[in-house]
């Protein structure tokens, strides 16, 4: 409960405020002050930006990457090289990525890894349209960035499984990912360094 003396409007801004990641009800509630506090100055310029993500924000038909245009400006890019595809669990590691500056080729999104505790299964995740991807001539390596967790690397032995007949070389972040790692934490130079140092899988 947010409280019993909070009005109808309070409760339900504080209720979906404390759905969104490391919030729970008492950051929530304390987020939600901050906004009614400032309406002018944060409430409303949060509310309308939120709007205009809902409206304009889709995924990318081609990489699964979030972004206003359809393909996304990674994938439009003309400075991007076409040939390498790093393969991603899920968009915050594609940002964790493009904040190390470490790669200049396209990203594909996983949306997730497979999981047998989860009932996660191949087909409920982006593996059919890379491996699609993966057939084209023009694509000559596949970089699998996936987290250093269980789930991750069965994913990525899944993956290098169903790559094997299509002459495509396929490689791995090296081990500078620590076990149990996430790539939204890490810091630039772990990302940068592991790229880098990238080896066949």
Sequence with gaps: ????????????????LAKLPGL???SARRAALEL???P??????????????????????T????DALNPCHIC?????DPAMICVVQDVSDLWAMERAGAFRGTYHVLGGTLSALDGIRPEDLNIAALISRAQSAQITEIILAMNATVDGQTTAHYITDHLENT???????????????????????????AMKSRRPF
Aim: charged share 20%; proline share 6%; net charge neutral.
């Design 167 to 193: 002459g495509v070389k396929v490689s791995r972040l090296a081990h500078g990912v620590p076990v149990g790692g996430e790539l939204d934490y890490l810091d630039d130079g772990t990302i940068t360094a």
């Design 63 to 66: 990489c699964g990457n979030v």
């Design 40 to 61: 002018d100055g944060l409430m409303v310029p949060l509310s309308q930006a939120m709007a205009d993500a809902a409206e304009r924000i889709s995924t990318c038909g």
């Design 24 to 26: 729970g009800q008492r």
């Design 1 to 16: 409960m947010s409280g019993p003396n909070v009005s109808p409007e309070i409760d339900r801004l504080i209720r979906l």
């Design 36 to 38: 009614l506090k400032k």
């Design 76 to 80: 439009s890019a003309p400075n991007r």
